[in-house]
């Protein structure tokens, strides 16, 4: 384990420290984060509660169609009582309706803030752990302003959320977002510069979309579902925690299935180490019944943890956006040795992506910026307007045959 961190901060020294400075050298020997697979707090209690005289659907096994088929068959009283009971098992079940989980979601926020504000003011803690505590406090209070949309809370840890911007029951076109490193619940949302963050990507994107197709009904999810790395250390440079993170990708898209019903299957906007969560989900996604594929863009890539496109199976279409001057990314290595690293560009001429256009954008953030041939192009992917993609090189043949 030693030489494993050692290696792992080296080569963080050679080759991102230069793009980032030396402030970044801290990140490199960053503690791995515990990952989180299991069913959220009440799942015991929710398996073993008969009070409806049935069984409920097992948290941990039940498949999305199976927890579709159960909320459906409960009258609105019988729905009420397990939101009130078991919020944060209903809240992150996916296949029940969007607008339970919302309901069922505040609930569960309510009580953490509950938790976090005597936290925050306790003696007996330590000052950083009064901060942690202030700053949940902070976060909580924005996400329960009333109208906003939480399809998954899990306060445990650093803390999972995912929100949606849009009418998800009713839209034609919907788009998830998984974000990269250094995302969680204190971290998902923040008015300096807010494109750094989950929720202002997916803003940004909903806007786009609707501003290149006002008549469109759309929907964005941004999805900070997973644990994600804390700086540039061992999880950033490894496959560990997206592949934790995988199932739980895939399990909200098979709710979306039987939840929502665009005309076509959700794509997936994967920025850095997201791209690498979108990589190791993609073998599990299958074409639609209809045959449509699920679009796939990654941004700010270090690697996909595949060798190439096609590894990702039949039911995905890989496109990569053209990495801009500016984005620190472009100095980490495509290699993979020993575990360490993500593989191969996604950028790069023999992987088998459909390349995009990035014009306009800069840092590795900057690819959501208003006015950027990337976000459009992400608007016009998402709203299936390929003839409309600017390609990388302005040579059309990233949508040739499309």
């Not at 943890?305 to 801009?324: C, F, K, Q």
């Amino acid at each position: 384990m030693r030489f494993r961190r050692t290696l792992i901060a080296a080569m963080v020294s050679v080759t991102v420290l230069a793009g980032t400075g030396a402030a970044a050298a801290g990140a490199a020997v960053s503690d791995e984060q515990a990952t989180i697979t299991t069913p959220p707090a009440g799942s015991k209690a929710w398996v073993r509660d008969h009070s409806l005289g049935r069984d409920l659907p097992d948290p941990a096994k039940a498949t999305a169609a199976e927890a579709a088929a159960f909320f459906a068959s409960l009258t609105p009283a019988q729905q009420q009582r397990l939101v009130q009971l078991y919020p944060l098992v209903v809240g992150n079940f996916d296949g029940a309706p969007a607008a339970l989980r919302y309901q069922a979601n505040a609930l569960a926020m309510r009580d953490e803030l509950e938790r976090e504000q005597v936290r925050a003011t306790d003696p007996a803690l330590t000052s950083d752990a009064r901060d942690v505590a202030a700053a949940r406090v902070a976060t909580l209070q924005s996400l329960l302003t009333p109208g906003r949309q939480i399809l998954v809370f899990d306060p445990r840890g650093r803390g999972l959320v995912a929100e949606v911007y849009g009418d998800l029951t009713t839209a034609e076109k919907v788009s998830v977002l998984v974000p990269g490193s250094d995302v969680d619940l204190t971290h998902f949302e923040g008015t300096d510069q807010p494109l750094k963050y989950a929720a202002g990507m997916g803003q940004a994107l909903r806007a786009e979309e609707q501003q290149v197709s006002p008549g469109t009904g759309t929907a964005v999810i941004a999805w900070a579902g997973y644990v994600t790395p804390v700086g540039l250390g061992a999880d950033a440079a490894t496959g560990r925690l997206a592949e934790a993170a995988a199932p739980r990708l895939e399990s909200l898209l098979a709710g979306l299935a039987v939840t929502a019903h665009p005309a076509s299957p959700p794509s997936l906007f994967c920025h850095s180490y997201g791209s690498v969560v979108c990589g190791v989900a993609a073998p599990a996604i299958r074409q639609s019944a209809t045959g449509g594929v699920t679009d796939m863009v990654v941004l700010g890539s270090p690697g996909m943890d595949v060798p190439d496109a096609a590894a990702l199976g039949d039911g995905v279409r890989l496109w990569a956006t053209a990495r801009n001057p500016g984005d620190w990314i472009g100095n980490v290595p495509y290699l993979e040795i020993g575990g360490l690293g993500h593989g191969a560009d996604p950028t790069s001429s023999g992987f088998g992506s459909h390349v995009i256009a990035s014009t306009g954008a800069d840092g590795h953030t900057g690819y959501l910026n208003p006015g950027t041939a990337s976000l459009r192009n992400f608007a016009d992917i998402a709203l299936d307007r390929y003839a409309d993609v600017t390609c990388s090189g302005n040579d059309g043949g990233c949508v040739a045959g499309l």
